[in-house]
């Protein structure tokens, strides 16, 4: 049947179009459906960054076309490196990450365990858990800003009717100690689903046989918790964590809507800073040799990442 | 079938001559940019007089303020031809003169008959020379601008409010001439019941993003004895940046923020300072003058119950106010410069810019501002008039970019943070200003 069609085809297709593919290797062939790609990936991609690495050592302005680029050589490395601002928006950095991928990996397994259960009403839970994760950030950012107002805010509302502290002392966003926090909640709150969907794959593909054998020798459901479900599903949360790490070390937006980096400097992440040096500041060269620290960074790191998944999964 | 191909005929050739006709009259279309706000309301009011004139079509193209700066002097960078006029910041002016954004306008207005000395001299200097002080102009005045208060007239009058004030402070309640008077205002309101409502003492500028904390903390600092550079020798700036008048000054700043803004004002700048006032939240609201058409005109907050006041004094008396406002400049890089250069020579008349002010933007033209009738002309305009008297403006360099990142992060650390002392801030601003001036090789 497969081939009648194929030979269908093959007879509608009009002869000079017929010749000139005929003279095509299977090989050329590939090549030629996947240069289109290939060539926009060198126009968006490649080039971009070996454009920004040779940015990068120099002073260049993206304000100033006319002035001459001289060669700085490692000078904006060097200075990058020495800056203490700079390795303190590394810290602000490390911080988010750590304690959003922490928060979200033990919420989104737990939520993920739970909703296994296949208890009554399950699907329609697992659809409002979602939800979060479906709105836009612009969206949510702006929506979180409310809610945090000390004077109209919900959020500080319901902390002042548990802790009897006056919503107006409920600075989230104006606090240098809360503004952190009040960030970590909001991409907590937004993408723990996110981490949830992919641990539930992972609890999903646990065959039940091995749930029925060792129930069959008798192993305590805390037993079995820990010789199977986590073992089992310790790849897909590994996995979860490495897409939420790669996402949040470049967290950009919701920092940019909710405090814009401040009170001060606090929540000012590596993002924040980059933006602010290529764009506000004009410091291109600078600011081209800070993202490629970064990348180098991110890179180096889901490296390592990667080769510590692959030693689980083939455990 | 003839009858049809004719048909066809005579559309197609109807449709190409109406799109060509319609080209025609779109091909001298000019485009002015400049920020989303109330005073580009009236200008797009204002410029269909032009068009009656010269038959000359006016397109906009205006941004909000928060990506005002990113958005056009991208397009100025890109050597786009979006604008063909634009309205752009004060300190814009020595980098589009110094990268070629802008037209020289000397020529012109020398054959046009157009003199600056026509001008508030102080929005000659702030918006249309490069470099400063010397007569090489860039832009004509266009849109005054300056830092002021606005205070609640209503409250001030209340005569239980002034007995206990009187008590309290010693003098009478009024528009504070001093900051010290200021504070002790602000202090007094600050969460005081007023009409079964909570309100606070002051609304001042703290945003972090673009220019806010600097604009505030500038209005302040000029007064306690800011300056931004040795006046005998260019570039510096120890000593003055960093003096003890400004240390005061910044403190003063901070203190103000922590004892009488009202909570969550972290970031708060020219439409949060609004929403402040409107809301009936603040007594006392620091503003540039644009705002206060609007709020004169509010129901809620306007009328009677608005006052407006000059910038107060410093310790010394010292007094001076934060600039803001724009020059018109011609885009060097339009196709239609010429029509661009007739838009400018239009404003220019005593008659628009008359009429520039009765539609709510602020005039910077001598005949208007000096006519004995425009002191009354508005609630504000005196207020505005004395405050044009006494303005100083940030660095114009073609790296203010860099520098006011700089003092923006100085004085947010500082003053919303609570990081370090005024006296690092100042020290810091220092270094990085230094730092900026050495890589543009000017020290």
């Known amino acids: 049947m497969l081939n009648r069609t194929a030979e269908n085809v093959a007879r509608a297709t009009p002869e000079p179009l017929a010749r000139k593919v005929r003279g095509i290797s299977d090989k050329g062939l590939a090549w030629l459906f996947i240069s289109p790609t290939i060539l926009l990936l060198l126009a968006i991609n490649i080039f971009p ?100 107002e000390p004077q109209i805010g919900l959020f500080a509302y319901a902390i002042s009717f548990v802790t009897r502290i006056p919503p107006t002392d409920i600075q989230m966003l104006s606090n240098v100690s809360l ?20 641990c539930l794959a992972g609890l999903r593909s646990i065959p039940e046989y091995i749930y029925e054998a060792a129930e069959v020798d008798r192993a305590s459901n805390w037993r079995q918790f820990w010789s199977i479900t986590l073992p089992m599903a310790l790849p897909f949360i590994m996995l979860a964590v490495l897409f939420r790490g790669i996402e949040n070390f470049k967290m950009f937006d919701m920092v940019n809507l909710l405090t814009g980096g ?18 506000e500041s004009w410091r291109t060269g600078y600011s081209s040799a800070f993202a490629i620290i970064l990348f180098v960074a991110v890179f180096g790191l889901a490296n390592i990442y990667v080769k510590a998944l692959n030693k689980v999964k083939q455990r | 079938m003839k009858s049809s191909l004719k048909l066809a005929l005579g559309l197609a050739s109807a449709i ?26 009236a200008l797009v009011e204002l410029s269909k007089d032009f068009t009656k004139e010269t038959g000359i079509g006016m397109k906009f193209e205006f941004v909000p ?68 002080n010397t007569p090489n102009y860039w832009a004509l005045p266009a849109m005054g601008d300056v830092v002021g208060w606005t205070y ?68 302040v600092l000029y007064s306690f004895g800011f300056q931004y550079e040795n006046p005998k020798k260019p570039y510096e700036m120890e000593g003055f940046v960093n003096s003890e008048k400004s240390v005061k000054g910044l403190e003063f700043y901070k203190a103000l923020y922590d004892c009488c803004t009202p909570p969550g004002a972290s970031n708060s700048y020219m439409g949060e300072g609004v929403d402040a006032f409107k809301s009936g939240q603040v007594a006392m609201h620091m503003n540039f003058a644009f705002t206060w058409p609007g709020l004169q005109k509010d129901e809620n907050v306007g009328g009677d119950k608005i006052g407006y006041f000059v910038n107060p004094k410093g310790p010394d008396g010292e007094q001076f106010a934060q600039l803001g406002g724009q020059g018109i400049s011609v885009v060097s890089y339009s196709d239609k410069q010429e029509s661009a250069l007739k838009y400018i020579k239009w404003f220019a008349n005593k008659d628009v810019q008359a009429k520039w002010w009765s539609l709510g933007g602020y005039s910077c033209l001598n005949a208007v501002v000096k ?7 508005q609630p504000y305009a005196q207020t505005f008039l004395d405050s044009m008297a006494i303005v100083k403006d940030f660095w114009a360099e073609p790296s203010y970019a860099p520098l006011l990142q700089a003092s923006q992060k100085r004085f947010h650390d500082y003053v919303v943070a609570g990081q370090g002392s005024a006296k690092d801030a100042l020290d810091g601003l220092v270094k990085d200003w230094t730092q900026v001036f050495q890589d543009d090789g000017k020290m």
């Not at chain 1, 365990?113 to 979602?130: M, S």
């Not at chain 1, 952190?180 to 969907?197: A, C, G, K, R």
């Not at chain 1, 401040?262 to 764009?279: D, M, N």
């Not at chain 2, 006519?371 to 002309?377: L, T």
């Open chain 1, 179 to 198: 503004a952190p926090w009040s960030i970590i909640i909001v991409d907590t709150w937004m993408w723990t689903p996110y981490v949830m969907l992919i």
């Open chain 2, 152 to 219: 609640r007239k209503d409250w001030f009058s209340k005569p239980e409010l002034q007995k206990e004030f009187k008590e309290k402070y010693g003098w009478d309640l009024g528009p504070p001439t001093t900051f010290d008077q200021l504070k002790q205002i602000a202090e007094f309101f600050q969460k005081r019941e007023i009409d079964g409502k909570t309100v606070y003492g002051a609304s001042i500028y703290t945003e972090r993003g673009s220019e806010g904390i600097t604009m505030g903390a500038m209005d």
């Open chain 2, 371 to 377: 006519d004995p009738a425009f002191p009354a002309s």
């Open chain 2, 16 to 41: 190409t001559a109406s799109t060509a006709v319609s080209n025609v009259a779109h091909a001298e279309d000019l485009t002015l940019c400049w920020a989303a706000w109330d005073p580009a309301n």
């Open chain 1, 262 to 279: 401040g009170p001060g400097s606090t929540t000012e992440v590596a993002s924040i800073t980059l933006k602010r040096q290529a764009f």
């Open chain 1, 49 to 148: 960054l070996f454009w920004a690495i040779y940015l990068s050592f120099t002073n260049f302005r993206a304000n100033r076309p006319n002035e001459v680029v001289k060669n700085l050589g490692f000078a904006n490395y060097q200075r990058i490196l020495g800056d203490q601002d700079i390795w303190i928006a590394m810290q602000t950095t490390a911080h988010f990450v750590f304690w959003t991928i922490l928060l979200q990996t033990l919420i989104g397994f737990t939520l993920a365990w739970l909703i296994d259960r296949k208890f009554r009403g399950h699907a329609f839970w697992t659809t409002i858990i979602l939800v979060p994760m479906m709105l836009s950030p612009a969206v949510v950012g702006n929506f979180w800003r409310f809610l945090y």
């Open chain 2, 65 to 132: 303020w928060t990506n005002y700066a990113d958005r056009f002097l991208n397009e100025l960078n890109s050597h786009g031809k979006l604008c063909d006029l634009i309205i752009g910041d004060s300190q814009w002016i020595g980098g589009s003169a110094e990268n070629g954004h802008y037209v020289k306008l000397n020529d012109f207005f020398d054959k046009e008959k157009i003199s600056m000395d026509d001008f508030v001299p102080a929005t000659v200097v702030g918006y249309s020379e490069w470099p400063k």
